[in-house]
């Protein structure tokens, strides 16, 4: 697991962006992201309790503790990084 520095003050609840199968490859993957500003994949991090959110590296996550397979990129083909200048699963 990766240390990450994350300032107190940037809270985010991530809730919003999710992943859910729009395209074959992520199909069935049930991950969130936050969408942070980004310059290259170095810029994000997956977090949250079950690693579920893909984040800027200085956001400070907050999700609730529950596991679910669909949270798991590898069998759906995605990674967390950076995109169009944004994080998000790819």
Do not use: H, N
Request: hydrophobic share 35%; aromatic share 6%.
């Amino acid at each position: 697991m990766r240390l990450i520095p994350r300032p107190l003050a940037a809270v985010v609840l991530a809730a919003a962006l999710a992943t859910c199968g729009s395209d074959g490859k992520k199909s069935g993957f049930c991950g969130s992201s936050t969408g942070a500003a980004c310059r290259g994949d170095a810029d994000c991090a997956r977090s949250g309790c079950s690693s579920q959110v893909c984040a800027g590296v200085f956001e400070q996550i907050v999700t609730t503790c529950e596991w679910r397979a669909c949270y798991v990129p590898e069998p759906y083909g995605v990674t967390c990084g950076c995109a169009g200048g944004a994080c998000g699963w790819r």
